[in-house]
């Protein structure tokens, strides 16, 4: 079989007296290939085969253009409110003790765990002029639900859970010596935090934040609910792409979807990058 | 007076003693409630309100909207597609945790990559690549056709999508752990006699049953809950191939939103029962695995 | 700047790590808090930094109550045992540190700063260095930068927390001997935590011998060796054999045998004998002399180190005897030349050889 015969001249590093290599990793490459690989070749293959100038007439059309500035635009600033808000809610997690601390732990995670369209219909119940949050911010004459503001909510929601599980473990790891250090040498309080500790957190923080803005980019079931959807002006990226599969534009979808990819893996590339980074400078985390 | 000198040492110790190592009081108190309205303005509060206009119109209709034939006809296809999905992913992570952890090859780096894959792929492209892999116009789209092939709109489709966002879980729980727990429990196992398949099953699997479960746990809560990656293979036909997620758009969209909510109670509540056996799961065997990397 | 520690008790959730500890620190004298783990050590250090407060007492550096400051006021240097240095700055920024923190009154100029950064690392022998991450350091150059960090702060007292504890044996050498010297130089009042009796030995002006929470003994290395005040003392440092004895009328018997030492004045009653490996005569079968059964014998550098086995508790003891003595038959008669007897009650003690003419017996409380 075509497979084994592969598998042979992929040889191990290290032999080894432990069965089940080829079987584990045939079916593991060929689960990949089938799942992953082939569809997102066929992605490829369709886009390439759309040939340059194509191409780029729909990659620059205004609204493709429009709907990638508010997919990015509106998931850096959720990614950078959670990035700030994140921490603090790492700190008070990791470092303080009150009664139902352990709930609110637990809590963090939910946008994990909610179902993106529960989460997408309750937001927007919430923030809707007659809703509970929405009804209280309408006379002040803001307006969240059904605009590009809803987006950034919707997105803020989604994006939590990376900041504060990525910078959770860096920062329950600090040593309390370092901070000791500081404050025999002369620091205060907020010197220790700004000069010693943040520093010490930047790479988790840059990580969670890419992370979270990987996210949001491709978010759509808790977007396109509040959204309001309205082409130019509050339409994101993926419902785009949706939009133009129903009616049948498959150019115009597999475009915008291979121009997401490729900033998707530049972000992927990025994160990587960082933590390399971060490990040669400070020497490995622990 | 030296009994003077302790007193006053004592209380001004107190005060002071936060200094070293923490914040004083009043910074310490801001930050908790800063953090706290945060977590209940954005993830508390959305989750009340599911329960609150589920029960708008009081118990009878929520349960009314439960049981209504495409309502349960959604129930029915969301366990279906986690039923087969979930099983599949898991055997998958095995497999890969398995050549991942007990051998050396070259090329790990980017089987790991790829294995991250769809976390960084929007779910709408997720099911756009079936879509055109299998759909009008592409190779296999007409061969599938005359064949009498429906994967498309139908719940193959949807059962593919589901496992192109769900796989990584599993795999992604096991890799470290197996990695970290090396081969020599195998090895051992080996040495006195055990096939391959006797080790697996009775030396790594009771090693990995807690990560198991845990990558599963997460598995299910996914594939039960995918939305856009379902939507834009499933063609929205109501009672055939809509699953949970999908039935609650429609509903919302008709304005039914008493039933919209029922419906995503439901996800709701098994989102709290995903939290709470993780948990528990955490409390179990540790953090460490659980924090990193989502 | 001396430092005087008056009736500090530190109390831990009820815990108590130490229990009224009076101490006075000359100034310019480099004192170890020597003992073992538990011996409340580490946390007297940590008081006299002010990064733990006493739960009664109070700390003086010169005339001032130290107590009322807070740890950054007090301008002490620390150096903690795992370094504590800052990851992410260079090693000029770590030493540099505590200087570009203080407010624009008090802080030197750049220049200033690096100047002195500069001859620190002169003095710690780490010039050249200044641009490395401390994960490019070995642990014995990464505790030299955590010096001199801890000395570019000017501090009124040097305090080392088992400064070299996680290095491994060869740099621990070169670095005490090192830190001797360092501190010669500079002549800042030093005070150091160790569980290495040998380190405290080598190294300090006076070694505080503490155990569970008190202060057994202050004194010099000579006086702490030669004049143990209490049986945990005379234990710890250095070795030391110790034998239940019985004391009737002024003699010392075990077994109700005599052994030929004379402790006169001595009430009767159970007591211990303590004495070193070395400090012991091996005598013929004439006149009373305790008897010891050979267990085994093995090479001790320039001696032969014998283990036997003394009176009807067969108590184990060591004890060296030159190489050119023969030793006959499978018992031994010894006498301790230099020994001390801590009577059980807890209160009285007799030594012998400590100074002075032989049978002279020192009677002490303990």
Redesign the interface.
Known sequence: MAATATLDRWRLRKPSVIPGFGMALGFTLSYLAAIVLIPLAGLAWRSASLGWDEFWAIATERRTLNALQISFGASLIAATVNAIFGVVIAWVLTRYRFPGRRVLDAIVDLPFALPTAVAGIALTSLYAPNGWLGGLLAPLGIKVAFTPLGIVVALIFIGLPFVVRTVQPVMAEIDREIEEAAATLGASRWTTIGRVIMPTLAPAILTGFALAFARAVGEYGSVIFIAGNIPYVSEIAPLLIVIRLEEFDYAGATALAAIMLVISFAMLLLINLIQVWSRRRFGHAS | M?AD??I???Q???G??A??????RA??LA??V???A??V???????I??LI?ALRQGFGAYVAALVEPDALAAIRLTLIVAAVAVPLNI??GI??A??IA??????KAV?T?????????????AG??????F?A??VLGPWLESHGITILFAVPGIV?AT??VT?PFVARELIPLMQEQG?AD??AA?SLGA??WQ??RYVTLPNIKWGLLYGVL?CN?RA?????AV??VSGHIRGVTNT???H??IL?NEYN?VA??AV?SL??L???L???L??LLELRFG??LA???? | MDVRIVGVRKEFDRFPALHDVSLDIRSGELIALLGPSGSGKTTLLRLIAGLEFPTAGAVFFGEQDASAKSVRERNVGFVFQHYALFRHMTVFDNIAFGLRIRPRGRRPSRQAIRDRVLKLLELVQLSGLENRFPAQLSGGQRQRVALARALAIEPRILLLDEPFGALDAKVRKELRRWLREIHDKTGHTTVFVTHDQEEALELADRIVVMSQGRIEQVGTPEEVYDAPNSPFVFGFIGESNAIPVSVRNGHLQIAGRPIGIRAAGAPDGEATLFFRPHDVEVVGETGPAIAGVIIATRRHEGSRRVEAEVGAGRHRIEIDVPLDRRLDGGTLWLRPRRWKVFADDGRTAWSHGAMGTPFEAVAQAY
């Open positions: 030296q000198a302790a006053v040492t004592s001004a110790m107190r002071l003693a200094n070293a190592t923490t914040e004083g910074s310490r930050l908790t800063v953090a706290i945060f977590l303005l954005f993830l508390v509060l959305p989750l309100v599911v206009e055997v998958f497999a890969a398995w050549a007990k051998f050396e090859f070259p090329g089987l990559t790829l294995i991250d894959l769809p976390f960084s792929v929007s779910p709408v492209i756009l690549v079936y879509v055109l892999l759909g116009g592409s593919l496992i192109f796989f081969t195998e090895e080996l096939s391959g080790a697996f997460l809560a039960m809950g995918e939305f856009g939507s834009v949970m997620p999908l609650v758009e919302y939103f919209a909510f995503a996800l709701a098994l989102a709290l995903t939290l709470a993780k948990t953090r460490r924090a990193t990397r989502h």
